[in-house]
């Protein structure tokens, strides 16, 4: 057998991880034991919050809890994603400042600070909320669609830039740019680490998005059809095995527009919104509800299922343990072949 290899990455040196692959930001339901899979297998999980429509206190303590069980799990680094909407005044949601608060004091406990290494935030720009993370010790990655964005983020602080396509699961952006056009052009305009989401599904893939400059990749819909996302009903996962390429869609969810596989829940959200019955606040609680109905309960007719393009292309469950570290070795072993088929060009 031969010796397990990896991928040199500044990504991974900065995180102390030894393989450059990331856990998407899932949820809103718990993702505590796929996280702790994860980084268990050596790249980075991703712990998500419990919704954008709980009462911001009971939130930030269940988000506690989810971190310290992750602890429990994994003594490896691991990151909380939370996204970070702003008011019409410009101010951080209340939520959002509940979240990045309660990762911030989590931090404060030195065994947690081990493992938790970095946040990412998402939707909202990184400035609203970077006082609050400037001095906690957390990396700060944040998440765009676009190069101005990106340039912006660290411009505010950002360590990370995450470069997620238009292709990628769940929240995606209203200007629509493919990864292979955003993941270049953002890893030549920022001087930091770039993780690469949106359709990375295996070696192959991992392999194009290094070549096209990204320290590490992103995986979120590959890891939910894993049999470590055991927090969430297994309905899901299978959902997803069943979807067809091109099947996806995408819906006006909390933050902008968001790719989905199709349902009925769905459907019944767009004849709200025709509709104009529910007020924002009402209308965000029953898109989480329905996004939890999903994950927790396996409703994959009445939920919404967030989840990427490469739904398509997927049909079998992983165990991440085996899974992560032989998707970067074929990665390695893809890239040392095409190196291989490198020659000196014939005389003109």
Request: glycine residues 10%.
């Amino acid at each position: 057998m031969s010796a397990p290899v990896t991928i040199a990455s500044r990504f991974a040196d900065l995180l102390g991880i030894t393989h450059p692959v990331v856990q998407e930001g899932l949820g809103p339901y718990r993702t505590v034991r796929l996280a702790a899979a994860v980084s268990n297998a050596g790249g980075l999980g991703t712990v998500s919050i419990p919704g954008v429509s709980e009462e911001p206190a009971r939130g930030a303590a269940i988000l506690r809890g989810y971190i310290e069980e992750t602890c429990a799990l994994t003594d490896r680094p691991f990151a909380v994603n939370v996204p970070v909407g702003t008011a019409a005044d410009g101010e951080v949601l209340p939520f959002s400042a509940a979240y990045v608060g309660a990762v911030v004091e989590a931090v404060r406990d030195p065994e947690i600070a081990r493992r938790l290494r970095m946040i990412t935030t998402s939707a909202g720009p990184p400035g609203v909320v970077r006082p609050l993370i400037a001095e906690s010790g957390l990396l700060h990655a944040h998440k765009v669609g676009g190069t101005r964005q990106a340039i912006r983020a660290r411009r505010e602080g950002a360590d990370v830039i995450v470069a997620s396509g238009y292709e990628a699961g769940g929240h995606t952006h209203a200007r629509p740019v493919h990864t292979f056009v955003l993941g270049p052009s953002v890893a030549a305009a920022v001087d930091c680490p770039v993780v690469l989401a949106g359709g990375v599904r295996d070696g192959a893939t991992m392999a194009a998005a290094l070549a096209l400059g990204a320290d590490a990749v992103a995986l979120g819909t590959r890891f939910v059809a894993s049999r470590d996302n055991t927090d969430w009903h297994p309905a899901y996962a299978r959902r997803v095995l069943a979807a067809r390429e091109g099947e996806d869609i995408t819906f006006p969810a909390i933050y902008g527009p968001s790719r989905a596989l199709p349902s009925r829940g769905v459907d019944e959200l767009a004849e709200i919104v025709a509709g104009g019955g529910l007020d924002l606040a009402a209308l965000t609680a029953w898109k989480d509800e329905r996004l939890i109905r999903a994950q927790r309960d396996g409703d994959v007719d009445g939920g919404i299922l967030p989840a990427g393009q490469v739904s398509g292309a997927i049909d079998d469950l992983v165990d991440v343990a085996e899974f992560l570290p032989a998707m970067v070795a074929d990665a390695a072993a893809v890239l040392a072949a095409l190196n291989a088929r490198t020659r000196p060009a014939p005389p003109a």
